[in-house]
């Protein structure tokens, strides 16, 4: 069974940091483009930042430059790492894993709350 589960959420301060981080079980990670979405109150689920099985990353706007996608094959894991955040930073923030193969599927992990308040 494919399970996705995202940890390193929490309340953090306007300027702060925090590292998200997905775990994946069920031999789809190296299979699959992973990436990060996020969905504030009120609003539409948006991508936030991807990354290839060959390691190539996209952002959006709001985001670039303060935050960081990678992926750790050997541990089946991605990261968000997220630095200089802001209130609009604020919202749950998924893990996607969109497999390549047959049957081309997409999977969501649970989501975990990211807060950004002084």
């Known amino acids: 069974q494919v399970q996705l589960v995202e940890s390193g959420g929490g309340l953090v301060q306007p300027g702060g940091s925090l590292r998200l981080s997905c775990a994946t079980s069920?031999?789809?990670?190296?299979?699959?483009?992973m990436g990060w979405y996020r969905q504030a109150p009120g609003k539409e689920r948006d991508l936030v930042a991807s990354?290839?099985?060959?390691?190539?990353?996209n952002y959006a706007d709001p985001v670039k430059g303060r935050f960081t996608i990678s992926r750790d094959n050997a541990k089946n894991t991605v990261y968000l790492q997220m630095n200089s955040l802001k209130p609009e930073d604020t919202g749950v923030y998924y893990c996607?894993?969109?497999?390549?193969?047959?049957?081309?599927?997409?999977?969501w992990g649970q989501g975990t709350q990211v807060t950004v308040s002084s």
């Open positions: 996607n894993a969109d497999r390549l193969d047959w049957p081309r599927v997409n999977y």
């Open positions: 069920g031999n789809i990670f190296s299979i699959s483009n």
């Open positions: 990354i290839t099985t060959g390691g190539r990353t």
